[in-house]
């Protein structure tokens, strides 16, 4: 029995060594996790009231993003912009969606933006692109998150609804 309570001794006191580990520093931790996140894509993309109810993320941000073309369009629509410029059908306009849920709406203009009254289009488009309905901003890792994205815009003449 002491031969027996020697050997439990011994292999206590050597088997401590095995369990020692060396334990990573908060700051290692912290550029390991910040380095494994893929900060190019969000958890779930911004949505409005409408694409809440879809379930599947490819869907929820196809109507998402539908649903935004389709409130621009109809806001230009009744704007001047297309007699204006006939010869211009699309423009881009890049949104962006801040984490307290406020819009930004910047126009993109052609690369021959030369021919365009530039500062005249901007102030019509920012006239126009006002009192959109609440949008939910992008999360990610439960954590609200400024996003941004071009929406290609159609512009309709007129005489051609």
Same mark, same amino acid.
């Not at 020692?20 to 996140?37: A, H, N």
């Given at each position: 029995?002491?031969?027996?309570?020697?050997?439990?001794?011994?292999?206590?006191?050597? #088997?401590?060594?095995?369990? +020692? $580990?060396?334990?990573?520093?908060?700051?290692?931790? @912290?550029?390991? !996790? &910040?380095?494994? *996140?893929?900060?190019?894509?969000?958890?779930?993309?911004?949505?409005?009231?409408?694409?809440?109810?879809?379930?599947?993320?490819?869907?929820?941000?196809?109507?998402?993003?539908?649903?935004? #073309?389709?409130?621009?369009? +109809? $806001?230009?629509?009744?704007?001047?912009?297309?007699? @204006?410029?006939? !010869? &211009?059908?699309? *423009?881009?306009?890049?949104?962006?969606?801040?984490?307290?849920?406020?819009?930004?709406?910047?126009?993109?203009?052609?690369?021959?933006?030369?021919?365009?009254?530039?500062?005249?289009?901007? #102030?019509?488009?920012?006239?126009?692109?006002?009192?959109?309905?609440?949008?939910?901003?992008?999360?990610?890792?439960?954590?609200?998150?400024?996003?941004?994205?071009?929406?290609?815009?159609?512009?309709?003449?007129?005489?051609?609804?």
């Amino acid at each position: 029995m002491k031969r027996f309570f020697l050997f439990f001794l011994f292999l206590v006191f050597s #088997s401590c060594q095995y369990f +020692e $580990k060396q334990v990573p520093s908060e700051k290692e931790l @912290l550029q390991k !996790e &910040l380095k494994s *996140i893929n900060w190019k894509e969000v958890d779930e993309y911004p949505s409005v009231l409408d694409c809440e109810k879809i379930n599947d993320k490819k869907q929820r941000q196809q109507c998402f993003f539908e649903i935004m #073309s389709q409130l621009i369009q +109809e $806001k230009l629509d009744i704007d001047t912009l297309s007699i @204006l410029y006939p !010869e &211009l059908d699309t *423009i881009e306009v890049k949104v962006t969606i801040f984490p307290n849920a406020t819009l930004k709406f910047e126009p993109q203009f052609p690369k021959d933006s030369a021919t365009y009254d530039t500062i005249k289009m901007d #102030s019509i488009l920012r006239a126009r692109l006002i009192d959109f309905p609440k949008v939910n901003p992008a999360i990610k890792r439960g954590i609200p998150v400024k996003s941004q994205f071009i929406l290609p815009v159609i512009l309709k003449e007129k005489n051609n609804k």
